[in-house]
């Protein structure tokens, strides 16, 4: 059974740095791509930072030179550094597994099927 954990969310005022963390249980760890969703209040979740079974990263571009999504192969941790935080990155972060199709890299967004139970980012202007 996968299971992620995350941990690291928290309150900062604007220009603020949190790390999330997120702990991953149960499987094959090197061989699913991850990547860290939010959700604002009223908004639909988005995927804001990925990584492919390569080790590739991409991320959206509102957080471009700011955020950083990186793992952890020999603690089975994803995480999400994030530096200069503005009001708008005020939401719920998830992080999520999957396992892409045959032959590509990157998940496509229906290929994410586990997820963690979210981590709360506020960011206080």
């Known amino acids: 059974q996968v299971q992620l954990v995350e941990s690291g969310g928290g309150s900062v005022q604007a220009g603020g740095s949190l790390r999330l963390s997120c702990a991953i249980f149960g499987y094959a760890y090197s061989s699913y791509c991850m990547a860290w969703f939010r959700q604002a209040p009223g908004k639909e979740r988005e995927g804001v930072a990925a990584i492919a079974t390569d080790g590739s990263t991409s991320y959206i571009d509102s957080v471009k030179g700011r955020f950083t999504i990186s793992k952890d192969n020999t603690k089975n941790t994803l995480y999400l550094q994030m530096h200069s935080l503005k009001p708008e990155d005020t939401a719920m972060y998830y992080c999520?597994?999957?396992?892409?199709?045959?032959?590509?890299?990157?998940?496509?967004?229906?290929?994410?099927?586990?997820w963690g139970q979210g981590t709360q980012v506020t960011v206080s202007s």
């Open positions: 999520s597994a999957g396992e892409p199709s045959y032959g590509h890299k990157w998940c496509a967004r229906r290929d994410f099927n586990y």
